[in-house]
């Protein structure tokens, strides 16, 4: 059973917001022109009202905080600039974390000021070990001190600056948190005059959608498209999706649950996927070469370690721990190789019981080779 949910959920939402509009104006409308150019799609009357309506809450975001862009860039100034909409914000306010999908910040933000510091300790060591991966992790019954939350930044694939900086959010973050939960609410503030005209987008998708569903679940129907629909265990049939807003091009599944045969999936699905696009044909799209990708392939190949992963599952499947012991190198560091090995599809993955697995696409590999062969070695 699918059960869409159109309510705007305003922690994330209102922390995506800030992100945007940390970065130089205008981000969504070139953000989704580079978008569309990527996969190759004519953007329909539909798609263009997502996005007009989506730079039109930027540029009030943009108003609203004119004053205040040196602290908003504080929070939000280390994301990479064209690339995932998200800042270590949404690690230090836990935007990732187990919390209701929809509730006010106010709401959110108690909670998260009743927290201890083990409680808060581990969810920022998570969302340190999950930031700009691909993959979600669980963390096997780990309990993180704040020493293993240093190591985990000094893992990651950052400048000293940004590491330094994270440092801080995570030492002070009882102050920072306050202070950011103001910008939040007046991010929340600046969506809700809007949230008529969203959730009438949100409602035009589920209607879309569930056409194009039928019987079958959102869950299932993303495996299949994404993942050639591989070997999940438990029930795909319950799935609860939830619209996505300002981060109107994501789409993902989670799925939760004590018990791997009675798991949940949950579904998130960017509003910009209306009814004239086929996942599929991105998908397709996705996996065309052309020099640019050749290129960034190339370069990948080109840095040992992710040469290593992909040699090391062109056999069988192996999983982070597993590729971590074999190369002698961090879960944290294989976590990173890996998400830039599945964004250019290189590698694909299997969710089995708890683990995730990955595995060499030999496909992809083909088609690189063959590249190569017809652009340099023209008989």
Known sequence: MNRFHCEIQYVPESITLLNIISQPAPFISEYMNRIAAKYGVDPD?????????????????????????????FFCGNQKENERIESFANIMMLAQGNHPKVQP??????????????????VFYKGVKEYGSMTVED?????PTALDVFERIHQMDASDGEKLHLQKLFIHHKDYINKFAQLMERSADVLKK????????GNKLADSYERILGDTSMAKYIMQEFYQNPPIPGNLEDCEIYVSY?????????????????????VSLGVIFCSSIKISDLMKKRATLDEEKVLAMLKLLADKSKFEILSATVDAPAYG????????LTTA???????????????????????????????????????????????
Do not use: W
């Open 321 to 328: 721990a597993q590729l971590a012991s074999m190369l002698g």
């Open 105 to 122: 910040v106010s709401e959110f933000i108690a909670g998260l000021n009743r927290m201890s510091d083990d409680e808060y300790t581990a």
């Open 194 to 201: 809007y949230e008529k005209k969203l959730m009438a987008l």
């Open 45 to 73: 009357r539909q798609m263009n009202d997502v996005v007009d309506l989506l730079q039109e809450i930027e540029d009030a975001a943009r108003a609203e905080f004119a004053k205040d862009m040196e602290d908003i860039r």
């Open 246 to 266: 300002m981060k109107c091009v994501a789409m993902g599944c989670l799925f939760e649950g004590d018990d791997i045969k009675n798991v949940k999936a949950n």
């Open 333 to 379: 560091t294989i976590s990173h190789h890996t998400s830039a090995l599945l964004d250019q599809n290189l590698l694909t993955l299997d969710k089995v019981d708890t683990k995730i697995y990955y595995r060499a696409n030999p496909d992809m590999i083909r088609s690189l080779v063959k590249y190569l062969q017809d652009n340099l070695l023209r008989d």
């Open 139 to 143: 963390l096997d019954d780990e309990k």
